[in-house]
T-cell receptor, first 114, second 115 residues
Framework: GDSVTQMEGPVTLSEEAFLTINCTYT??????LFWYVQYPGEGLQLLLK?????DKGSNKGFEATYRKETTSFHLEKGSVQVSDSAVYFC?????????????FGAGTRLAVHP | GAGVSQSPSNKVTEKGKDVELRCDPI?????LYWYRQSLGQGLEFLIY????????KSGLPSDRFSAERTGGSVSTLTIQRTQQEDSAVYLC?????????????FGEGSWLTVV
């Protein structure tokens, strides 16, 4: 079945460092891909999304490119801030499921230190 | 309200008791979802409601779990005869349509601890 695998955390970085959180997926066809973020004490929020191959989603300085050839959707940010500390979830929806289920990875905790 | 509202925010219950978790979606959202987040695990899909259609219950882990959505708005997730493995955060979400085309908004969750 469809699944999402993302790198284990926690990821600990210093402020202004470069961030990559790897995400790969298994699905037939052409799923839509998402990154969600969960800040401490808050609900999950959509960070960015991409709906077709080679699309790049971007928001708040974060980017991810839908790579069908490598079935990946890695999250990147050029210069992280302490306020980026959160748990990041990669997710997909798949046409076969009628687009009505998000399938999530296990989440990656990011801690950014001053 | 402005966002998805869930109650209670925290619940501690004894093994074997029944619990009810409530979700109040964003006004006008036709789609409502329940997910479960266990410690160290990703989010697990439980159930999906879309308008007046029959719900997708394919993610419910056992027949002890059930959910209803009254009047197309508020939803209640019921867990009967709770077990310790039911301890998790139960997240509710809503959207104005199918996920692929519309943003899905999550509540802050109901933390359930079964002792």
């Amino acid at each position: 079945g469809d699944s999402v695998t993302q790198m284990e955390g926690p990821v600990t970085l210093s402020e202004e460092a470069f961030l990559t959180i790897n995400c790969t997926y298994t699905a037939t066809g052409y799923p839509s891909l998402f990154w969600y973020v969960q800040y401490p004490g808050e609900g999950l929020q959509l960070l960015l999304k991409a709906t077709k191959a080679d699309d790049k989603g971007s928001n708040k300085g974060f980017e991810a490119t839908y790579r069908k050839e490598t079935t990946s959707f890695h999250l990147e940010k050029g210069s992280v801030q302490v306020s980026d500390s959160a748990v990041y979830f990669c997710a997909l929806t798949h046409p076969a499921g009628g687009y009505n289920k998000l399938i999530f990875g296990a989440g990656t905790r990011l801690a950014v230190h001053p | 309200g402005a966002g998805v509202s869930q109650s209670p925010s925290n619940k501690v219950t004894e093994k074997g008791k029944d619990v009810e978790l409530r979700c109040d979606p964003i006004s006008g959202h036709t789609a409502l979802y329940w997910y479960r987040q266990s410690l160290g695990q990703g989010l697990e899909f439980l159930i999906y409601f879309q308008g007046n259609s029959a719900p997708d219950k394919s993610g419910l882990p056992s027949d002890r779990f059930s959910a209803e959505r009254t009047g197309g708005s508020v939803s209640t997730l019921t867990i009967q005869r709770t077990q310790q493995e039911d301890s998790a955060v139960y997240l509710c979400a809503s959207s104005s349509g199918t996920v692929g085309g519309n943003t899905i908004y999550f509540g802050e969750g109901s933390w359930l601890t079964v002792v």
